[in-house]
Nanobody, 120 residues
Framework: QVQLVESGGGLVQPGGSLRLSCTASRSIFSIYTMGWYRQAPGKERELVALIRDGGGTNYADSVKGRFTISGDNAKKTVFLQMNSLTPEDTAVYYC??????????????WGQGSQVTVSS
């Protein structure tokens, strides 16, 4: 069973930066997609950023120009560099991965969630 382990969350002041990391263990298959989602209180979970196996990326409009997703497919690790943080970025951030299998992409695997709080 694949396990995703996240790190890097915490408390930061507005305008500050954080870097989230997520690593998958016990997967013998290659990466299909890696991404980050977030959920704020009273809000739906939303896609923040996605990176595909060929390196293409997608970002939510609210984070374009401030957040950067990157990854190392061989190490099954994904990062989210978050700059110019605002209180509206406060949420629990979840790592997500899918993998290639002989029959196609797998289902979703999720990290445990990392609290990011932006407050003065």
């Amino acid at each position: 069973q694949v396990q995703l382990v996240e790190s890097g969350g915490g408390l930061v002041q507005p305008g500050g930066s954080l870097r989230l990391s997520c690593t998958a263990s016990r997967s013998i298959f290659s990466i299909y997609t890696m991404g980050w989602y977030r959920q704020a209180p009273g809000k739906e979970r939303e896609l923040v950023a996605l990176i595909r196996d060929g390196g293409g990326t997608n970002y939510a409009d609210s984070v374009k120009g401030r957040f950067t997703i990157s990854g190392d497919n061989a190490k099954k690790t994904v990062f989210l560099q978050m700059n110019s943080l605002t209180p509206e970025d406060t949420a629990v951030y979840y790592c997500n991965m899918k993998f290639w299998s002989p029959t196609g992409p797998t289902n979703n695997y999720w990290g445990q969630g990392s609290q990011v709080t932006v407050s003065s």
